[in-house]
């Protein structure tokens, strides 16, 4: 753990600009985008209400529009079955088959007439007592579907002009069969557009809003608002027609009319066992105008208050700007004071106090981690010697040089060299076996001897140091004094060998700290 030169911690006005205008920033976006997102929620449920809306029309009107038809089919299969059985040839059953007929309008709403045709489309009888013009209608599109198909099942048609009230009617008709099984005819009920109509406006839809029936073959039935051209209109193209319903037979979207070029929310589905598609739209407009309400004073508040929030910030950054340069004037001394209180002021190492909090930090990582920790303990040999031949100042010089050496040796930054007092050094070396320190050891001594510092005092002329090197592994928390005192007493083994070496041990036994104790007080006294 190498120890940096001091520098300054004050912050740049720069930085601190940024920081306020970011925080202020920050604020105003984060309201900005609340409220985007709370609109959004309301936009989402205007939608959605107005989905449930139109699908709750769309199923009213598709449950009015199948009793009115099963109503009308109902009455055409009795009286179907009756002419079948019975016959009307001659004038007292055709009596009766009026009655009955005018009787079934009657009883049954939504039907205007019902008609019944021979098998060559000529009038036979129908549903009110008053002579009219009769006309063939073997020409008409459900006299020819009966004629060509000999199932029973009913026919719905197109809209068309009635020839008796001259109403707009829906055709609703069924085939008679022969005893044979040839054609003999239909029977033809009437159904006014405007009984639909009557009901669509009933159901609350805007102004801009649309209900409507319409055939399979997009064929238009019924439609709120009417149309003059109702007869003709066809909305095959729409998108109902040849985008949805070929996925699926009901649902909603968003669709622009092909009539009238509103865009509307939409509900459809197409009825069972009919061939009919019931929809009903509400427009775009109709949806969001209120939506828009909320939008614009919504967005009048967020203006007001990020404004004031702006201003607010304009304030506060100028009260806290001399409170920040003033704090960062007392930080940067701070540091400082923090760098010199752990260096040695000489070598610029770690100073004694750095070492033992160290120490007691990576010795109690060791023992949890069960790792390797080691110790080397040095110091330069006959520094007495260079001393009286050099001078204090020349001492000091040769200390800045091998603590300089030291740090070029030690590389790893969990390490950590320090000035241990006087001439000796420490280099604690965390998670390293006592192969890897004694390599280190031997570097830094080759190193200092490389140096070629003159040392006239010292046999070889040139400043030289020993060490002693220990590493233990698993070791006990408090464990670091007795290591300690194992480094010096090798130290001063590598000293009474001749000085400038080496020397190492493996502990596994821990030490007492009363034997380092004992240790220190003979290095005193030698």
Known sequence: ????????????????????????????????????????????????????????????????????????????????????????????????????????????????????????????????????????????????????????????????????????????????????????????????????????????????????????????????????????????????????????????????????????????????????????????????????TYAYRSLAMVSIIVAALAFLGVLLYKQIQQLVIAESQLNSAKKELEIIAHTDSLTRLANRRCLDQTIQKEWGKACRNQSDVALILLDIDWFKQFNDCYGHLQGDNCLKQVASIMEVNVKRPMDLPARFGGEEFVVLLPETNLEGALRVAENIRSSVINANIEHSGSPLKKVTISSGVVAVNTPDSDGYTAALAEADRLLYYAKNKGRNCVEGAFIQVHFAAREFEETLSKHTAV
């Not at 009596?95 to 709403?109: F, G, H, P, W």
């Not at 406006?201 to 608002?225: C, F, H, M, Q, S």
């Not at 197409?270 to 969001?288: C, M, N």
Request: glycine share 4%; proline share 3%; charged share 20%.
């Open 1 to 292: 753990m190498k120890l940096l030169s001091p520098f300054s911690t004050s912050i740049p006005r720069i930085l601190l600009t940024k920081a306020v205008v970011g925080f202020i920033t920050l604020v105003c976006l984060s309201l900005i985008l609340a409220t985007a997102w709370q609109m959004s929620l309301s936009r989402s449920e205007r939608f959605t209400n107005a989905e449930l809306t139109v699908y709750n029309i769309v199923r009213a009107v598709e449950q009015h529009t199948q009793d009115t038809f099963k109503h009308a089919d109902n009455t055409l299969r009795h009286l179907v079955e009756h002419i079948e059985h019975d016959g009307v040839s001659d004038n007292d059953q055709k009596s009766r088959l009026t009655k009955l007929m005018a009787q079934n309008v009657a009883n049954t709403e939504g039907i205007q007439e019902i008609f019944i045709y021979n098998e060559k489309g000529n009038w036979v009888a129908n549903s009110f007592t008053k002579d009219f013009k009769a006309r063939n209608i073997s020409d008409s599109a459900y006299f020819i579907y009966h004629q060509e198909h000999k199932d029973d099942s009913v026919y719905i048609g197109s809209i068309t002009e009635s020839r008796t009230t001259g109403d707009m009617i829906i055709p609703v008709s069924r085939r008679i069969n022969a005893a044979d099984g040839s054609f003999a005819g239909i029977a033809l009920a009437t159904i006014p557009v405007t009984y639909f109509q009557s009901f669509f406006e009933r159901l609350d839809v805007d102004d801009k809003g649309v209900i409507l029936l319409a055939l399979n073959n997009g064929d238009l039935l019924a439609r709120r608002p009417t149309l003059k051209e109702l007869k003709t209109t066809n909305l095959s193209k729409g998108e109902i027609f040849s985008v949805y319903l070929p996925r699926n037979d009901s649902g909603t979207a968003v669709i622009k009319s092909i009539v009238d070029g509103v865009e509307r929310v939409y509900a459809y589905r197409r009825l069972s066992k009919t061939p009919i598609v019931a929809a009903a739209g509400v427009s775009f407009e109709h949806v969001l105008a209120p939506w828009w």
